[in-house]
């Protein structure tokens, strides 16, 4: 095949994907709209009645909402070490996956942020978190951590969605050339004017690396600072160091189980299996099976730490979390972030996308538990025996729980019908690297 | 009216690698490229130097580090409230605050500074009939010089087209 056919072919499989959607795809769209409007319903009787229609009461006064804002933002993090780091380290295998988990990256940033405004239970005072000259003179404190995550899950939001932008432009303006109607006037507006000479490249791959550049210390910082709203506090469970690249090397974890789970079926009903591979697969279950060993080692790190040298209500805090009553979730999320993973290392799984899949989707349900028991967990053993007192979510909030997801769902099914989901110009290069020689 | 120059349409890369390295060889022409993505050959053989887009970037990092430390210092001192009994101005927390705007006015100048550079270098140095550029061929345009010895090093490069235009 010449370089000039393998260009077209692989513009053709993309250009497939936004072809009329079927009534598998029209459904499932159905079905998550459904799931958020019933959330947004949840959350308006939230809004209307107060916050006794959660479960939150003393001493777990942050619940399933600080769960779900703690997971959607893990699960923002591996589009940007996806996109980002594995640029910086040169690794070809990204080409082909990164503009979904880039995508998936921004989808779920904005999922998260809902859930501060959600869990205020006044959402219309949520500007009062952003600084503003006021006639009283007030300022926000800045020692707070809870401003520090505004400032740092804003950024992110904002620099990864540049970030997806960016990339999309060159892939845009190469459907453009081809469509017509409607999605001619759509690519047209999200190629943002480009041509595509050589100029126009010298100071785009320059830019897109500062980007990269930018994102990965970012990255860190982002999930890092999520921990310190629980780190910087005193409560058994939650005080430690450990927590930044604890929460970090979770994020990640999370969100490439994520990818995988959304990458598997969406290779399948888009008819990607060209470019995305069985190779691109593995690679990525390999990197999943990395954090999951560095999420198991943090783990019991933490656990060796607080009942080997730990203070009682630290002793205490980790002998509930593994006997009391979330002792369940517990060994469920053991064996979802660490069992699950472990069947990684044989080749054979790691090309079976379906056990992939469901193993991915272990590690998102474990995930989820992990921050609801770090959450609820520690806060419902507190340090005073008599304050003891469990916590269920309620309806509403599993209902709001659920709409997140519908939402997310939503958002990314019109995502994959309406832009490129594999980088088209990157595509091409790497099929000049890969064509013989002497071609 | 574009400017009067040798359009030729190559599908391989290296082929219009060696042309734009025949065509600077031979001077008289100002050569520029067209491509579908950023295909390292030709992009090299073309010998423009580096872009200089990261030292606006680098500015704009300042800038976001100067307002970050304005913003946490500023509003501190304005409204002096003890918390904890840590000091008003307590630069470890303000650190986090201030490398988050350094990054996001980073990112946002460079942006800008790409969108900018790309639209000059685009005035600047325009290429004809761009649309199959931006899907399946590397176009090489040699703008003025000699026609006929633009031509002839287009095809001698592997050019599948070569077409006067202007």
Redesign the interface.
Same mark, same amino acid.
């Given at each position: 095949m010449?370089?000039?056919?393998a260009?077209?072919r692989i513009?053709e499989l993309v250009r497939a994907t936004h072809r009329r959607p079927g009534a598998g795809y029209l459904a499932l769209v159905l079905l998550s709209a459904a799931a958020a409007a019933f959330g947004g319903w949840c959350w308006a009787l939230m809004i209307r009645d107060g916050m006794w229609r959660t479960g939150l009461n003393r001493p777990v006064n942050w619940g399933t909402f600080i769960t779900n804002f703690v997971f959607w933002v893990g699960i923002a993090h591996s589009g940007t070490l996806i996109s980002a780091i594995l640029l910086l380290f040169r690794a070809r295998f990204r080409t082909a996956v990164y503009r979904v988990a880039e995508a998936m990256t921004v989808i779920a940033v904005t999922t998260a942020g809902l859930f501060p405004v959600i869990h205020l239970g006044r959402p219309w005072l949520a500007y009062w978190l952003f600084?503003y000259p006021n006639q009283r003179?007030?300022?926000?404190?800045?020692?707070?951590p809870l401003?520090?995550d505004v400032?740092?899950v804003?950024?992110y939001l904002?620099?990864s969605t540049?970030f997806l932008l960016?990339g999309i432009a060159?892939d845009a303006?190469?459907l453009?050339?081809?469509a017509g109607g409607w999605r001619r006037r759509f690519y047209g507006f999200f190629s943002?004017?480009?041509?595509?000479?050589?100029?126009?490249?010298?100071?785009?791959?320059?830019?897109y690396l500062?980007?990269a550049a930018?994102a990965t210390?970012?990255v860190v910082?982002v999930h890092s600072?999520v921990s310190w709203d629980f780190a910087v506090s005193i409560v058994p469970g939650w005080h430690s160091t450990l927590f930044p690249p604890y929460f970090v090397a979770g994020a990640i974890l999370s969100g490439l189980a994520m990818v995988l789970t959304l990458l598997v079926p969406m290779r399948r009903l888009l008819h990607l299996e060209p470019l995305v591979t069985p190779r691109h697969l593995d690679m990525l279950s390999r990197l999943l099976l990395l954090t999951a060993l560095v999420v198991a080692y943090f783990y019991a790190v933490e656990y060796a730490l607080s009942l080997l040298r730990g203070p009682l209500p630290e002793r205490s805090t980790f002998l509930d979390r593994a006997t009391g009553r979330y002792a369940p979730l517990f060994w469920m999320m053991l064996a979802a972030n660490f069992a699950g993973p472990l069947l990684l290392f044989s080749a054979r799984v790691r090309r079976s996308p379906k056990a992939l899949f469901f193993i991915a989707l272990g590690v998102n349900v474990g995930m989820w538990f992990e921050r609801f028991i770090i959450i609820a967990g520690s806060l419902s053993h507190d340090r005073l025996p008599f304050l003891w007192r469990g916590y269920a979510p309620s309806w509403v909030e599993l209902g709001i729980t659920l709409g997140a997801f519908g939402w997310f769902f939503f958002w990314f099914l019109l995502f994959v019908k309406l832009l490129p989901s594999v980088s088209?110009?990157?595509m091409?290069?790497q099929a000049?690297e890969e064509a013989p020689r002497d071609? | 009216m574009h400017e009067a120059g040798v359009v030729g349409v190559f599908?391989?890369?290296g082929a219009a690698a060696r042309a734009v390295g025949a065509l600077r060889a031979a001077g008289g022409a100002e050569v520029?490229?067209?491509?579908?993505?950023?295909?390292t050959g030709?992009?090299a053989a073309?010998g /423009?130097p580096?872009?200089r *887009?990261?030292w606006v970037?680098f500015l704009g990092a300042l800038a976001g580090m100067a307002a970050g430390i304005a913003?946490?210092v500023g509003?501190?001192v304005?409204?002096p409230?003890v918390?904890?009994g840590?000091p008003i101005v307590?630069l470890p927390?303000?650190v986090?605050?201030i490398?988050?705007?350094t990054?996001?006015f980073?990112?946002?100048v460079?942006?800008a500074?790409?969108?900018v550079?790309?639209?000059r270098?685009?005035r600047? /140095?325009?290429?004809p009939a *761009?649309?199959?550029?931006?899907?399946?061929?590397i176009g090489v345009f040699a703008a003025g010089g000699d026609p006929a010895l633009s031509e002839r090093i287009l095809r001698d490069a592997g050019a599948e087209e070569v077409s006067r235009v202007g």
């Open positions: 010449t370089t000039g056919a260009f077209l513009e600084p003179g007030l300022w926000i404190n800045f020692r707070s401003i520090w400032f740092a804003s950024t904002i620099v540049i960016v060159p303006a190469a453009r050339v081809r943002f004017g480009w041509r595509g000479t050589g100029e126009q490249w010298r100071h785009y791959t320059r830019a500062f980007f930018f210390p970012l910082s600072v088209i110009a990157e091409k290069v000049v071609a | 599908s391989e890369p520029r490229l067209a491509m579908p993505g950023p295909f030709p992009s073309l /423009r580096r872009s *887009l990261g970037t913003l946490t509003t501190s304005a409204w409230l918390t904890g840590k307590s927390p303000f986090i605050v490398f988050e705007l990054v996001l980073g990112s946002l460079n942006l500074a790409l969108v550079a790309a639209w270098g685009e600047r /140095r325009p290429f *761009l649309d199959r550029f931006r899907a399946d061929r």
